[in-house]
């Protein structure tokens, strides 16, 4: 698909399936320069769920090792967002993008903390789900929309959001999903251009269908390319939308059970690959076609993590007991290449363990370690290669434990605590704890960074964390 398929005047009303272009009349102009999607290292952009590729690393911050929310100690800048909202910041360019869910009820909330309930929040108040552009040099909201409002049509866990699934954008367009009420694309001037409604997603427990948790997983874009992966109890698929009108340009069905990891694509030397993380199979696909190259059992009952690639292997995890795997998997597998019996490797799965795999974060692969984070404030690293462990620590701050995945640049680790505070940690063989910072607020979602800069998404606020210049 040629890129200049961007540069298109929406003169008609264009319907396909269950797709709507907005906005006809438009021209949408896009710059050929640099596409968010496919960063040059200069780490400007961070363009979905951590960064491109979900590596959660960008060399060359010079961040500060230390700052305070409650102070301003090397807080650049604060700006409040409405509503609440876990998924994580973006960036292209000189914008971040945030998302979030605004309830009528003025006392909505969220539950942090560990503990293994599977309440439903009992928030079904009439909603506004929202889209903000914030200015990265000094935090004004630049535009905002609203995507969607009336009223959930489904549940939420009591300690997510109706805003969970974080944004993408290739610095051009940035399509936003919420769930049952829909995957929405802009420009990134704020011009609506099409939405694609993928029916109702029912995301719960596996085992209590009756139970709602409401999706988390979030849209990526690859090429010409948005990919959505959409586990539910009944109708799991994986898709591919045209990013320049929302027409559906594959779909391939999935036997799955409900999931909330975002798929991943990767450039490897058999091609490229795209990686799903789920409950009965992890699985490989031709993100060109939708077809199925490899699957992988094994894995827990409830999946979350994103998987990531480095090294030529992709490692997946996932921390439900009892299963709790990590898997390493060489690129160009192909059929099915589950473990067998005891066996821990094979000729595609490199090396794996059992009960050591994570709940909520992500896993981060950097400078040859892979950084396995426990919800529970244990963190682990292992060779990349060989799977060897090189520690099992666990951190001098737990509170209400960790969600958000950790993010690396510089060699340093940065890990956000549910309950407010940041730690700074060395990477390497011996961690060391060089600091830890009170942001003032819940904190649930990733942060990004870009260009010396941290942008925190917080429970009320998006921080922008950096020395000043």
């Known amino acids: 698909m040629a890129r200049g398929r961007f540069a298109l005047l929406l003169q008609r009303a264009f319907v396909s399936g269950r797709a709507a272009v907005l906005g006809a009349g438009i021209l949408i102009s896009w710059t050929p320069s640099q596409s968010a999607a496919q960063d040059d290292g200069s780490h400007a952009n961070w363009p979905s769920f951590r960064g491109p590729a979900a590596s959660g690393v960008a060399d060359g911050q010079d961040l500060p090792d230390r700052w305070n929310g409650e102070t301003g100690e090397n807080i650049l800048w604060r700006t409040p967002i409405p509503g609440l909202g876990h998924s994580s910041p973006i960036v292209a360019g000189d914008r971040v993008f945030v998302t979030s869910a605004v309830s009528s009820d003025p006392d909505a909330t969220f539950r942090p903390g560990l503990y293994g309930d599977g309440d439903a929040s009992t928030d079904r108040s009439l909603h506004r ?3 903000y552009a914030v200015d990265r040099n000094d935090g004004r909201i630049l535009w905002e929309r609203a995507a969607h409002e009336g009223a959930p049509i489904d549940k939420r866990h009591v300690k997510s959001t109706y805003a969970s699934s974080t944004p993408a954008t290739d610095g051009r367009i940035v399509v936003a999903w919420f769930g049952s009420h ?28 009756s139970y ?53 694509v990767a450039s490897t030397a058999e091609g490229p690959e795209l990686v799903t993380n789920a409950s009965n199979f992890i699985r490989g696909y031709d993100p060109r076609t939708g077809e199925e190259l490899w699957r992988l059992g094994g894995s827990s009952k409830i999946t979350a993590p994103t998987p990531v690639f480095g090294g030529g292997l992709f490692v997946v995890a996932s921390g439900r007991a009892p299963e709790r795997p990590i898997f390493a998997v060489r690129t160009g597998a192909r059929g099915d290449i589950t473990l067998t019996g005891r066996n821990t490797e094979n000729e595609a799965v490199v090396w794996s363990w059992t009960r050591r795999g994570p709940y909520m974060p ?9 950084y396995i984070l426990e919800n529970s404030g244990i ?9 060897r462990e090189i520690y099992r620590s666990r951190l001098p701050h737990l ?34 704890h060089l600091a830890t910072n009170p942001m003032g607020e ?11 800069v941290m942008f925190v998404r917080a429970a009320r606020s998006l921080f922008a964390v950096g020395r000043e210049r």
Do not use: C, N
């Open 182 to 209: 829909g995957l929405h694309a802009y420009d990134v001037e704020g011009r609506p251009l099409w939405t694609v409604d993928v029916g109702r997603v029912d995301a719960g427990a596996y085992d209590i269908p």
């Open 442 to 452: 819940w904190l649930m979602a990733t942060p990004a960074l870009s260009e010396g």
């Open 129 to 131: 789900w929202m889209v």
């Open 399 to 432: 509170g209400s434990g960790y969600s958000a995945s950790p993010v690396a640049a510089d060699g340093k680790l940065y890990l956000s605590g549910e309950d407010g505070e940041m730690l700074v940690v060395t990477a390497g063989p011996e961690p060391e």
């Open 379 to 387: 963190l682990d690293a292992y060779d990349l290669e060989t799977g």
């Open 362 to 370: 992500t896993p981060l692969i950097y400078e040859g370690t892979v």
């Open 212 to 264: 709602e948790w409401g999706p988390a997983s979030s849209p990526i874009i690859w090429e010409d390319q948005v990919i959505l992966q959409v586990d539910t109890q009944d109708d799991s698929f994986i898709a591919a939308f045209d990013a320049a009108t929302g027409e559906t340009l594959w779909r391939t069905g999935r036997d799955e059970l409900p999931s909330w990891g975002t798929p991943t």
